[in-house]
């Protein structure tokens, strides 16, 4: 489909999504990377911050997937990010979420407050991209998004993110659950209202995150990726122009700084 069309998709519904992007085994191998990441991050403080009960977000560096430059160069998530934020658009994020067995419902929320240039020109200046590394099963607590809420006036939102209570019929009436398979990845404005649902069964499903600003977007400085001289020796020019990050000889395990208050303690 034309980038054009998928951008538009994106203003209209503020997500959309690719089945098949990759095979299995990739995904396997990502879930391998993401499984040892998310061990090492367990084990020191601040490695995790808590999304909820049972629920965790860790950022970490490009080189700890080796997957990394085919994530970061596919065809589908180059032209949808240089459709919506342009050409010179920047990786900012990469991090992933794990919903455990026993993580409960989350307040409907997105993900930072609406910036100014989405408030005054309904412009968007970020995107996220998710990559399921398991297969999603109804018992397994679901993504939930509601489309089309990713301009939602903010003004009774708390801490700019949270909406009251007495809009969730509005979040409810056009909530859709995902069930994305390995393989499938999706496109969204973090803007757009969503939820974590309550995990019913005893796997945990982990979702990896990559986030891109706009050139003057503000998203990155609420995170910390870098890259080592090594590993950005190996890096194709196509995908060193989007990763304006410092370069350093050694990393250090990020420090998570994208706490979001509102949800640590799971929907009251
Ligand atoms: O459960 C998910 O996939 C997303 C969780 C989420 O929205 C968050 O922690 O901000």
């Given amino acids: 489909m034309d980038p054009n069309d998928l951008a538009r998709r994106i203003y209209d519904d503020g997500i959309i999504g690719l089945p098949g992007a990759f095979e299995r085994e990739w995904v396997k191998q990502l879930d391998e990377d993401v499984d040892v990441a998310f061990r090492e991050a367990l084990a020191r403080a601040d490695g995790a911050v808590g999304r909820g009960p049972n629920r965790y977000y860790v950022e970490i560096h490009p080189e700890q997937l080796r997957g990394f430059v085919e994530l970061a160069t596919h065809p589908w998530i180059n032209g949808v990010c240089t459709a919506v934020l342009g050409p010179d658009y920047q990786i900012v994020e990469v991090g992933f979420d794990v919903p455990l067995a026993g993580a409960v419902d989350q307040p409907w929320h997105r993900d930072f407050p609406m910036p100014p240039i989405t408030k005054t020109e309904r412009k968007l200046d970020s995107l996220a991209i998710n990559v399921t590394t398991v297969d999603t099963e109804p018992d397994m607590g679901p993504?939930?998004?509601?489309?089309?809420?990713?301009?939602?006036?903010?003004?009774?939102?708390e801490h700019g993110m949270f909406p009251p209570k007495s809009a969730y019929p509005r979040y409810e009436e056009r909530a859709v659950r995902k069930f994305p398979q390995m393989g499938d990845i999706s496109i969204r404005s973090a803007l757009t209202i969503h939820r974590g649902t309550t995990n019913h069964s005893q796997k945990s499903r982990p979702v990896l995150v990559l986030g891109v600003d706009a050139p003057g977007g503000v998203n990155g400085e609420r995170h910390d990726l870098a890259v080592t001289e090594g590993f950005w020796a190996t890096l194709p020019d196509s995908l060193r122009r989007h990763l304006q990050c410092p370069v350093v000889q050694t990393l250090r395990p990020?420090?998570?700084?994208?706490?979001?208050?509102?949800?640590?303690?799971?929907?009251?």
């Avoid at 998004?145 to 990713?150: F, S, V």
């Avoid at 990020?254 to 009251?268: N, R, Y």
Wanted: glycine share 10%; proline share 3%; charged share 25%.
């Fill in 143 to 157: 993504f939930e998004i509601a489309p089309g809420t990713q301009f939602d006036d903010d003004a009774e939102f």
């Fill in 254 to 268: 990020i420090t998570q700084k994208h706490t979001i208050e509102g949800l640590v303690m799971g929907a009251s």
